[in-house]
């Protein structure tokens, strides 16, 4: 079965809402903004941002994690990569591409270990 991104970011959304250290977890539907002319400049005049990533993960420790999904062949666009320019600039931010659950785990158990912004217990 050919693996696309939406069949690899369904794999990755379900067991991350139940993810121990996940407070949140959600899509940015981008892709819907290709429908139409007249729906894309409604969405755009909403707040869509070309290039922002897949998915959006808040931690408890305080991190945003910004998960791109790409199938095994998948590159950035521009406005990705420009994106992901922004993130890695901003505090407490992790921006990865991801291809798979196995990969989307590391990233999160990498930024569930970084120091946290809150202090105490």
Not at 13 to 34: D, H, M, Q, S, W
Not at 41 to 54: C, H, K, N, R
Not at 93 to 107: F, G, M, T
Request: with cysteine; glycine share 8%.
């Amino acid at each position: 079965m050919k693996q696309t991104e939406a069949l690899i970011q369904s794999s990755i959304v379900k067991p991350l809402r139940k993810y121990p250290g996940v407070t949140k977890c959600f899509a940015i539907a981008n892709e819907a903004a290709g429908r139409s002319k007249i729906m894309q400049m409604q969405l755009v005049t909403m707040g869509l941002l070309a290039g922002v990533s897949d998915i959006e993960i808040w931690l408890e420790n305080g991190y945003t994690v910004y998960m791109e999904v790409k199938a095994p062949k998948g590159k950035q666009s521009q406005n990705q990569i420009r994106f992901e320019e922004s993130i890695r600039s901003e505090p407490f931010r992790l921006y990865c591409i991801v291809h798979s659950w196995d990969e989307a785990k590391k990233y999160i158990d990498m930024a569930l270990n970084f120091p946290g912004l809150r202090v105490g217990g």
